[in-house]
C-alpha cells in the first residue's frame, strides 16, 4: 500500500458530497433605443422644416449601427434623432398653438365685422 493510499483510508475517505457551481457573468445586452417610431410619427404628422425626416435617418442609421455591434455610433445616431424629434415636436407645438390663436383672432374679427 503506498502512502497516498494508507493516508486515504486512514482519513476514512469523503465524509460528504460537496457540490462546485461555477458562475459565469454574462455582460447584458445594453438596450439602446433608436426611436424610430418617433422619428416615422414625427415625419408622418409633424415634419417642421423636415426635422422628423432627418431624425428618421438618425434613428435608421442607429438601428443599422445596434445591428452591427457598434453600441458606440448607435447611441450617438440615438441621441442625435432624439433631439431632432424633441425639436420637431416642441416647434410643432407651438405652431399648432400659434394657428389656433390666429384662427381664433381672425374670426372674431370677422363676426365682428357681420354684426355691424
Known sequence: MNKEQHEVSVMGGPQGTTTV?????????VSIPDHVVWSLFNTLFMNFCC??????????KSRDRKMVGDMTGAQ????????LNISALVLNIIMTIVVIIVVAITTMAFLKTLRY
Open 21 to 29: 457551481t461555477t458562475a459565469i457573468n454574462m455582460p447584458s445586452e
Open 51 to 60: 426635422l422628423g425626416f432627418i431624425a428618421y435617418a438618425y434613428s435608421v
Open 76 to 83: 450617438a445616431y440615438a441621441s442625435t434623432a432624439k433631439c
